[in-house]
């Protein structure tokens, strides 16, 4: 259901995301990596503006297109009439379409810049209705409409009066309903702070015989200074409350922030008690405010039951003939801009089983047809990884700070997933250890599929994973690891280096890692991990060495010296543990190396953890585990209890908890008494 009026589901209210197309090439940049975060909330759809007389149309359809295409986001483009042809209209229709991009927001637009008074062009549009009327005489119901609404009355009626007469009121509302005669399914309004005066015009557009759903659109307040601006440019009404509260404290940014986000968040739970179907949020390309405002109504609580799959599924336009994809690789779970640039074209998608991938319909999945949409501007890659490199031992370093939160990100991945939260501090010793890290998922035994960080598939079902490492190291480090790895029957590896010298334990070509049970419907398994697209991978990734970091600095200098060497000479390695209900992934690091990366992988039978304590003594962490009344001893799978510097003793844990998670303990360094047992 690509339209945004077919997606509203009566009693389930909703959110979406506004963005405007910034200025500079570094803002571009930044605002794809924030939508890609946003994107993780489920919003029901996200629209970009349009500039004014076209100023921005190029980028416009460039942000439309890569948020429909390659961040899977269902999209809404602007499209108004100022300064524009009824040509240039028709191609940005076209273009929508080519793209996928099945929903139009109608305006007629804001005079150009400099300009008061607002006229048509020569064989343009007049106005929203205008525009309307022709989408649909060229694209029937190929696209869902949505037009503006104000709650307040357009301000074209008062100019130079505080407030809309009665008369100009019911004006404006007959041209709202014009545009909706004229074929618009949908109206989002302009942003208002008193809901009563959008309780009131809800209930005259339905009075009037405007039956369309009504999204309210909602501007929070990041600063006293732009609040001030944009309520003086749109003359919006300010309840006296909001502006005494504003002002006692406009000196002070945080308090401001403060104030308006409890304002607008107690705005937005009554239009929500009150029928309201969603909201629209004017995230003026800001993210913080916008999900204070939904984590404090509570909405972002269900978003994996809006998740159909682990990752972003693609869209599909209607009447699409290609069958809908349900499983990709692993490889690219960082950078699923990459692997849909890289399938964009295929004539049919992996259905059911990657092994199916054969079909020559799938196309090759080296083509990579549109490279990057964008690369991380180098002043920020110079800040966050392009320090002075004197060995290898400073690579690790950088890395290891990126697992730790210090820095955003890597030339592989932006901030670790929340899933990824429970492995961070072994994923950190590895790193320490020389395990470059940039992909990683735990274990997970039958945790219902509505689960807030490891849920997908919608309500009822069950999901599960295999524990999974990917990580760049030196020959020498793997040697070493092969043969602990060796020792383990149920991991199995697979690496790689820039040349092509391949290895691998596993046995045959694919093995999923992901799957779901469901109600009524085939065991889905969405993930996988393929010995082919493994190798078209590692080109993508180590080539990442070159262009994104060692273009950094001087040709010939030491530290273009070091990442060449890392690039030439180290091995890129996925670790697979099969055990997903008593697995210990980190083992074989732990056997095989001295470095604090043991684990606690016991099995019960149900219940919770509660890891409120977690403390650092003497080289080893406590974890202090609130007991159930139904207790189940574990201890490391086949390790015995007793023995060593320090005492092993059994450990007490809430039934069932690691069907789902896996508990960390590093061992003791001196012999002191630990809830948490040494190697465990």
């Known amino acids: 259901m690509p339209k945004i009026v077919d997606k509203i589901i009566p009693g389930k209210p909703f959110y979406s995301f506004e963005y405007f197309p910034p200025k500079t090439p570094a803002g571009v940049s930044n605002l794809y990596e924030r939508v890609e975060r946003m994107g993780r909330l489920e919003p029901l759809f996200v629209d970009i503006t349009w500039g004014a007389g076209g100023s921005t149309t190029d980028l416009t359809l460039e942000l439309s297109s890569n948020f429909q295409q390659q961040f899977c986001l269902e999209t809404q483009m602007h499209l108004t009439c100022t300064n524009i042809s009824k040509e240039s209209v028709a191609e940005a229709l076209k273009a929508a379409k080519a793209n996928g991009i099945q929903n139009i927001l109608c305006l007629r637009g804001d005079p150009p810049k400099g300009e008061e008074k607002w006229t048509a062009v020569e064989g343009g549009f007049n106005n929203a209705i205008d525009l309307v009327k022709f989408i649909r005489a060229e694209y029937g119901d190929y696209f869902g409409i949505s037009v503006a609404g104000y709650p307040e009355g357009h301000i074209d009626w008062y100019k130079d009066e505080p407030q809309i007469s009665k008369d100009n009121y019911w004006k404006d509302m007959q041209y709202l309903k014009e545009k909706v005669d004229a074929g618009a399914d949908c109206i989002i309004t302009q942003l208002f702070y008193d809901v009563d005066i959008y309780n009131q015009w809800v209930k005259d557009c339905r009075s009037v015989g405007i039956n369309v759903p009504i999204i309210p659109g909602i501007m929070p307040i990041n600063t006293y200074g732009g609040f001030d601006r944009m309520v003086g440019f749109c003359k919006t009404k300010v309840p006296k409350a909001v502006r005494e509260g504003l002002d006692a404290v406009k000196d002070n940014d945080e308090a401001v922030k403060e104030f308006g986000v409890q304002f607008v968040t107690d705005m937005c739970r009554r239009l929500i008690q009150e029928g309201a179907p969603g909201l629209h949020m004017y995230s003026l390309n800001l993210e913080k405010a916008t999900i204070d405002i939904l984590t404090n109504l509570g909405m972002l609580k269900d978003k994996s039951e809006r998740r159909s799959l682990p990752w972003r599924a693609r869209i599909q336009a209607d009447g699409s003939p290609k069958a809908a994809e349900d499983v990709r690789p692993i490889y690219w779970a960082n950078r699923p801009r990459s692997y849909m640039a890289r399938t964009l074209h295929w004539d049919e998608y992996p259905n059911g089983r990657w092994g199916d991938n054969r079909s020559p319909a799938f196309g090759d999945l080296t083509n990579y047809h549109l490279g990057e949409i964008h690369i991380v501007d180098e002043a920020d890659r110079r800040a966050e990884w392009g320090g002075d490199l004197a060995s290898p031992a400073d690579v690790h370093a950088v890395f290891g700070k990126y697992v730790d939160g210090k820095q955003k990100r890597l030339p592989w991945c932006c901030a670790l997933d929340k899933e990824t939260e429970g492995m961070r501090a072994n994923l950190g010793a590895l790193n320490q250890a020389g395990f470059l890290t940039i992909n990683s998922q735990p274990r997970v035994n039958a945790a219902p599929s509505e689960d807030p960080v490891?849920?997908?598939?919608?309500?009822?079902?069950?999901?599960?994973?295999?524990?999974?490492?990917?990580?760049?190291?030196?020959?020498?480090?793997?040697?070493?690891?092969?043969?602990?790895?060796?020792?383990?029957?149920?991991?199995?590896?697979?690496?790689?280096?820039?040349?092509?010298?391949?290895?691998?334990?596993?046995?045959?070509?694919?093995?999923?890692?992901?799957?779901?049970?469901?109600?009524?419907?085939?065991?889905?398994?969405?993930?996988?991990?393929?010995?082919?697209?493994?190798?078209?991978?590692?080109?993508?990734?180590?080539?990442?060495?070159?262009?994104?970091?060692?273009?950094?600095?001087?040709?010939?200098?030491?530290?273009?010296?070091?990442?060449?060497?890392?690039?030439?000479?180290?091995?890129?390695?996925?670790?697979?543990?099969?055990?997903?209900?008593?697995?210990?992934?980190?083992?074989?690091?732990?056997?095989?190396?001295?470095?604090?990366?043991?684990?606690?992988?016991?099995?019960?039978?149900?219940?919770?953890?509660?890891?409120?304590?977690?403390?650092?003594?003497?080289?080893?962490?406590?974890?202090?585990?609130?007991?159930?009344?139904?207790?189940?001893?574990?201890?490391?799978?086949?390790?015995?209890?007793?023995?060593?510097?320090?005492?092993?003793?059994?450990?007490?844990?809430?039934?069932?908890?690691?069907?789902?998670?896996?508990?960390?303990?590093?061992?003791?360094?001196?012999?002191a008494k630990s809830s948490v047992p040494a190697g465990g």
């Open 454 to 671: 490891h849920g997908w598939g919608g309500p009822g079902g069950h999901v599960y994973q295999k524990a999974y490492i990917e990580f760049f190291c030196s020959p020498e480090t793997f040697t070493k690891l092969k043969g602990a790895l060796d020792g383990h029957k149920t991991i199995r590896y697979s690496a790689v280096n820039s040349k092509g010298d391949y290895q691998s334990t596993a046995k045959g070509g694919v093995t999923a890692v992901t799957w779901g049970v469901f109600p009524d419907r085939e065991v889905a398994q969405p993930t996988v991990v393929s010995e082919e697209a493994f190798k078209v991978w590692k080109d993508e990734a180590f080539g990442l060495w070159n262009t994104q970091w060692k273009s950094l600095y001087p040709a010939g200098s030491a530290s273009a010296g070091v990442i060449q060497q890392i690039h030439d000479t180290y091995y890129l390695v996925t670790v697979v543990d099969n055990d997903f209900v008593n697995g210990n992934i980190f083992a074989p690091f732990s056997d095989k190396f001295n470095i604090a990366t043991n684990w606690l992988a016991c099995r019960a039978r149900a219940g919770t953890l509660n890891k409120d304590k977690v403390s650092e003594c003497a080289g080893y962490r406590r974890i202090k585990i609130r007991r159930t009344a139904d207790p189940a001893p574990c201890r490391p799978p086949g390790r015995p209890w007793g023995g060593g510097a320090c005492a092993r003793r059994p450990v007490v844990l809430p039934a069932g908890v690691l069907d789902r998670h896996e508990i960390r303990g590093v061992p003791c360094r001196a012999a």
